[in-house]
C-alpha cells in the first residue's frame, strides 16, 4: 500500500512564511511528478505548484516569486515553503504524486489528505 502524508500547516500571520511537507510511504517502485493542490472555502480546488523527478518546477501565477517546491528523492518527500503569505493563500493543501507502486509497477495518481493553512492576523 501507498500512502501520502502532508504536515506543516499553520495559522500564519500575513506576510509570515510556512513550509509544508508530504511524504510518501509504503511499497513504492517510483515517484515521477508530485503536485500540490489547494482548495479555499467554496472554491474549486486549484494548482498550486508542480516538481518532476529530475527537479523541473512550475507555478501557478498566483503563487510565483512566493512559494518554492522542492523534493528529496531518497526520501520520498515533497516540500512547499511558502513565503509573504497572504488572506487568500487560506486552503486546505493536498499533495498529489504518481506513483508506481511494486506490485504493478504502473503508475497510479495518490493523494494525501490534506493539511490546513490559514493566514489571518
Known amino acids: 500500500q501507498v500512502q501520502l502524508v502532508e504536515s506543516g500547516g499553520d495559522l500564519v500571520q500575513p506576510g509570515g512564511s510556512l513550509r509544508l511537507s508530504c511524504a510518501a510511504s509504503g511499497t513504492i517502485f517510483s515517484i515521477s511528478v508530485m503536485y500540490w493542490y489547494r482548495q479555499a472555502p467554496g472554491k474549486e480546488r486549484e494548482l498550486v505548484a508542480i516538481i518532476d523527478r529530475a527537479g523541473g518546477t512550475d507555478y501557478a501565477d498566483s503563487v510565483k516569486g512566493r512559494f518554492t517546491i522542492s523534493r528529496d528523492n531518497a526520501k520520498n518527500t515533497m516540500y512547499l515553503q511558502m513565503n509573504s503569505l497572504k488572506p487568500e493563500d487560506t486552503a486546505v493543501y493536498y499533495c498529489?504524486?504518481?506513483?508506481?507502486?511494486?506490485?504493478?509497477?504502473?503508475?497510479?495518481?495518490?493523494w494525501g489528505q490534506g493539511t490546513q493553512v490559514t493566514v489571518s492576523s
Open positions: 498529489m504524486a504518481l506513483i508506481a507502486p511494486y506490485h504493478d509497477l504502473r503508475e497510479h495518481d495518490y
